[in-house]
């Protein structure tokens, strides 16, 4: 069967299709729109569709829209309850309203769809989806939190021989995502946006008013929570124009720990009413890195496994996946996140020709670039297909030296960010466990911390965190072996099997996408070299 995933309804706009079981292509509306996040999450945006991302999917596939068998859309309006706190008071109805005329619009995007083909997929069962029905082994439980989807802001449950069952689901107006969000927006930061920037910001902070959050948010026993309103301005004043005090940064710890006690006493209910070993988590609380460390070392599962595109954006897998699903067909689980647009050498070349920026061709790219990291270059490396999700996993990256800690000021600089902000280190999957500790290994999407090992954090200072942990990603040769190459080159040259990884794109900016996004991004950011494909373009 031939299904196409649409996310469209609140943010990060993105498409999937599965052909016969296969996730053939996924992709987010930003990275051809070049629009951060796609659109803004407000009701009035809703009628806005990933009309390039479809496009692309289907093209990629060879498949004309007359010829899909299903099209799922990640929102169910019909759920939608308007009397319920929580929504978005004075306009719920026009974000309603856009999604029943989804079908129309989509046969509008995409000539030749039949709109009777559309089928509105539960916002939350989307997310379970992506997650259970993409993961690397068969029945789990699995838990989703986030913001909110037509009614509710969780579901609970797992999934047996395809099938999910729910166990439990939470009501608005209590969000453990809406609440994040409150927080975000009462830091200065962008609300469904900049969350994890709240959770760096935490590392610098104790949590000195748990016991407060503890009164405030809390489970009821029976797989739910409750989130009580918060008066931010009790513990410290809104951030203006990013003068943070040490009162903020205690409320950000204050609040990531309790959301962590919160979804470990959630999965603890879960485990108990499944007795599933496995867990996979989705929905936009399950990118909190350092939540899922907590979930993987206290609590009760063998392994768990997070939807390396977490948020929003995944839904439109997920609800490809569940319909998949019921027409009774087992897609093949998710073997990486590049499962977006890739360029031939002999394409990248005429660009680069076209673009009449000098370049040379390198017999050995992944030996080059080691060679410059080791001079401590920085790097923007362009291989292989754009991942899905919101992480860079080797394919549209910014490496540098992990060994001199002065580079966790330049790439900040270099990219505009908060100096606050930790880097990330890319290392050899078999060399993985004598440097980093605590979190999950292998962990190849950069969705868990794990602890520095002491004798290490002298040595990578650069992607060490103020807190001695690291958001690790494990590189697998079978898996990525270009990559592989270049971090064994660079163990050669250096005696350190890690790298800086971080994404490639500058603040406000979507992560690059394509050539010609690369070459931009170069042309305007102190970068040294840019390693795309076969090709070197270094600056003069």
């Not at 296969?22 to 569709?49: D, M, N, T, Y």
């Not at 200065?188 to 935490?202: C, N, W």
């Not at 988590?281 to 063998?302: D, Q, S, W, Y």
């Not at 929003?312 to 019921?326: M, N, R």
Request: charged fraction near 25%.
């Amino acid at each position: 069967m031939r299904i196409l995933g649409i996310n469209a309804i609140f943010h990060d706009p993105a498409a999937a299709l599965i052909v016969d079981g296969e996730i053939v292509a996924a992709a987010e509306e930003e990275r051809f729109s070049r629009r951060k996040h796609g659109k803004r999450p407000v009701p009035f945006s809703a009628w806005e569709l990933p009309e390039q991302a479809a496009k692309w999917c289907l093209d990629k596939a060879g498949i004309r829209p007359d010829q899909l068998d299903a099209v799922g859309y990640s929102y169910d309006p019909k759920l939608v309850d308007h009397s319920l706190d929580g929504l978005d008071p004075g306009s719920e109805e026009t974000r309603t309203d856009y999604a029943f005329r989804a079908p129309a619009f989509l046969a509008a995007a995409l000539p030749g769809l039949d709109p009777m083909r559309v089928r509105f997929v539960r916002h939350h069962l989307a997310h379970a989806a992506s997650a259970a029905l993409a993961a690397p082994f068969g029945d789990s439980a699995v838990l989703v939190a986030d913001g909110r989807g037509e009614s509710h802001s969780s579901l609970a449950g797992e999934y047996r021989d395809g099938k999910f069952v729910e166990l439990a689901s939470q009501r608005l107006p209590h969000s453990l995502g809406l609440m994040y969000e409150d927080l975000t927006e009462h830091l200065g930061f962008a609300r469904s946006s900049d969350e994890y920037k709240v959770m760096a910001l935490a590392s610098y902070g104790t949590p000195r008013f748990l016991d407060r959050f503890r009164e405030l948010v809390y489970c009821t026993g029976d797989g739910g929570f409750r989130t009580e309103p918060v008066d931010w301005d009790s513990f410290a004043p809104a951030v203006i124009d990013g003068a943070f005090r040490l009162d903020h940064a205690d409320l950000a710890a204050s609040v990531q720990r309790r959301l962590g006690d919160v979804l470990l006493e959630s999965i603890s209910w879960l485990h108990g009413q499944t007795g599933q070993r496995d867990l996979t988590l989705a929905g936009g609380i399950a990118l909190n890195c350092v939540a899922n460390t907590r979930l993987h070392a206290e609590g009760p599962f063998e392994r768990i496994w997070v939807q390396p595109a977490a948020g929003d954006a995944g839904t439109a897998l997920g609800a490809a996946l569940q319909l998949a699903a019921e027409f009774g067909e087992r897609a093949t689980p998710m073997r990486a996140a590049g499962l977006g647009r890739e360029w031939t050498d002999s394409e990248l070349e005429a660009i680069l020709r076209t673009a009449k920026v000098a370049y040379t061709k390198s017999d050995d790219v992944a030996a080059d670039v080691a060679r410059a990291l080791a001079a401590d270059e920085v790097v923007a490396w362009f291989q292989g297909r754009a991942e899905f999700g919101p992480r860079a996993l080797g394919h549209r990256s910014l490496l540098a030296h992990p060994g001199r800690a002065e580079n966790l000021e330049r790439l900040n600089e270099v990219k505009g960010r908060e100096q606050f902000r930790p880097l990330a280190p890319m290392v050899l999957a078999d060399r993985a466990a004598e440097i980093f500790g605590r979190g999950p290994l292998p962990s190849p999407y950069m969705l868990f911390v794990h602890d520095v090992a002491p004798e290490w954090r002298a040595r990578i200072p650069a992607v060490t965190h103020v807190d001695g942990t690291a958001r690790v990603q494990t590189v697998d040769p079978a898996d990525s072996p270009v990559v592989a190459r270049m971090l064994a080159e660079f163990d050669r040259f250096t005696g350190l099997p890690v790298v800086v990884n971080t994404s490639l794109n500058t603040a406000g900016r979507p992560m690059v996408d394509s050539p010609r996004d690369a070459l931009e991004c170069f042309g305007s950011a102190p970068i040294d070299l840019l390693a795309i494909g076969s090709f070197l373009v270094r600056r003069a």
